[in-house]
Nanobody, 121 residues
Framework: QGQLVESGGGLVQPGGSLRLSCAVSIITFDIYLMRWYRQAPGKQRELVASITADGDSDYADSVKGRFAISRDNAKSTMYLQMNSLKPEDTAVYYC???????????????WGQGTRVTVSS
């Protein structure tokens, strides 16, 4: 079993920055694909950024150039540095750990409880 705990959310003014953390309790953290999702009020959950076990990252178009995802395998922690925040970034942010066994196809998915980010003046 795995446990993910997000932190770092809060209220920030437009143009400000926040750094989200996701502390992960999975023995084999370093093999998992890690992702940040967000869900704004009245909207579906959307993928914000992902980082592979090898450190390759990808971003939603809406956050490219403003957000940066990273991971520290030694600390079993993932981060999301959010800069130049906009009101439309307001959402609950969730971290996700995903692994698919190469040979059996068995998949493992773990979710955090979410941390709220509010961008408002």
């Amino acid at each position: 079993q795995g446990q993910l705990v997000e932190s770092g959310g809060g209220l920030v003014q437009p143009g400000g920055s926040l750094r989200l953390s996701c502390a992960v309790s999975i023995i084999t953290f370093d093999i998992y694909l890690m992702r940040w999702y967000r869900q704004a009020p009245g909207k579906q959950r959307e993928l914000v950024a992902s980082i592979t076990a090898d450190g390759d990252s990808d971003y939603a178009d809406s956050v490219k150039g403003r957000f940066a995802i990273s991971r520290d395998n030694a600390k079993s922690t993932m981060y999301l540095q959010m800069n130049s925040l906009k009101p439309e970034d307001t959402a609950v942010y969730y971290c996700n750990a995903h692994y698919r066994h190469t040979y059996t196809g068995q998949e493992f998915d773990y979710w955090g409880q979410g941390t709220r980010v509010t961008v408002s003046s």
